[in-house]
Nanobody, 116 residues
Framework: QVQLVESGGGLVQPGGSLRLSCAAS????????MRWYRQSPGKERELVAT????????HYADSVKGRFTISRDNTKNTVHLQMNSLKPEDTAKYYC?????????WGQGTQVTVSA
């Protein structure tokens, strides 16, 4: 079955960096575009970044453009989100997403907290 397992979250000071990872299994990873979302308490889930199946095309939310980088390794079935210059407003639970078979699959999420 489809599984997405996120890791790499934690507590970081403003201006710091974190690298999130998502390990995927149960489907042909190399033909599926992948996404990172985030959600803070009381807010809707927000699309943060998207990467095409081959990795050649990426898109970012305006709020993270220039600070976050999405990448993937199709030999290891993983997708990453490198987050630099973190701000308190980046605090959220971050989710890996795979659009498959006319539905969305989600991981369990990893918490990122940016605080001094």
């Amino acid at each position: 079955q489809v599984q997405l397992v996120e890791s790499g979250g934690g507590l970081v000071q403003p201006g710091g960096s974190l690298r999130l990872s998502c390990a995927a299994s149960g489907f042909t990873f190399s033909i599926v575009a992948m996404r990172w979302y985030r959600q803070s308490p009381g807010k809707e889930r927000e699309l943060v970044a998207t990467i095409s199946a081959a990795g050649g095309t990426t898109h970012y939310a305006d709020s993270v453009k220039g600070r976050f980088t999405i990448s993937r390794d199709n030999t290891k079935n993983t997708v990453h989100l490198q987050m630099n210059s973190l701000k308190p407003e980046d605090t959220a639970k971050y989710y890996c997403n795979a659009p498959l078979y006319n539905r969305d699959y989600w991981g369990q999420g990893t918490q990122v907290t940016v605080s001094a």
